[in-house]
C-alpha cells in the first residue's frame, strides 16, 4: 500500500495559478504510475493526468492539455501538477492515486483529496 497525502489546493481567481503536491510513502517501490483525478459539484470523478513513476511518460486529459502539467521528483517521492490558466470549470477536489501494476489500467491508492475553488 502506498500512502498519498496532497496539498496545494486553495481559492483563486479565474487566470490564476496553483501547483498541487503529492507525496508518497509507504510501498513507493511497487509504485507503476501517479495520477490526478478530480471531482466538481454535480460530476463524476474524472481523469486529468499521469505520469509513470521511473519513465516520465505522461498523459493528459482535453481539458488538461496547454495549461496543466504533471512531473515528479523521484528522489522525493512527489508528484506535481502545474496548473495554470485556471477556470471556473476546473473547481474540484483533486485527488492524487497510485498505479501499482503496468498491466491492469486502475489505480488502486488514493489519497484524501485536496480543493481547488476558482472564481470568476
Known amino acids: 500500500q502506498v500512502q498519498l497525502v496532497e496539498s496545494g489546493g486553495g481559492l483563486v481567481q479565474a487566470g490564476d495559478s496553483l501547483r498541487l503536491s503529492c507525496a508518497a510513502s509507504?510501498?513507493?517501490?511497487?509504485?507503476?504510475?501517479m495520477g490526478w483525478f478530480r471531482q466538481g459539484p454535480g460530476k463524476e470523478r474524472e481523469f486529468v493526468a499521469t505520469i509513470t513513476w521511473r519513465d516520465y511518460r505522461t498523459n493528459y486529459a482535453d481539458s488538461a492539455k496547454g495549461r496543466f502539467t504533471i512531473s515528479r521528483d523521484y528522489a522525493k517521492n512527489t508528484v506535481y501538477l502545474q496548473m495554470n490558466s485556471l477556470k471556473p470549470e476546473d473547481t474540484a477536489v483533486y485527488y492524487c492515486?497510485?498505479?501499482?501494476?503496468?498491466?491492469?489500467?486502475?489505480?488502486?491508492?488514493w489519497g484524501q483529496g485536496t480543493q481547488v475553488t476558482v472564481s470568476s
Open positions: 509507504g510501498r513507493t517501490f511497487s509504485t507503476y504510475a
Open positions: 492515486a497510485a498505479r501499482s501494476s503496468r498491466v491492469t489500467e486502475n489505480y488502486d491508492s
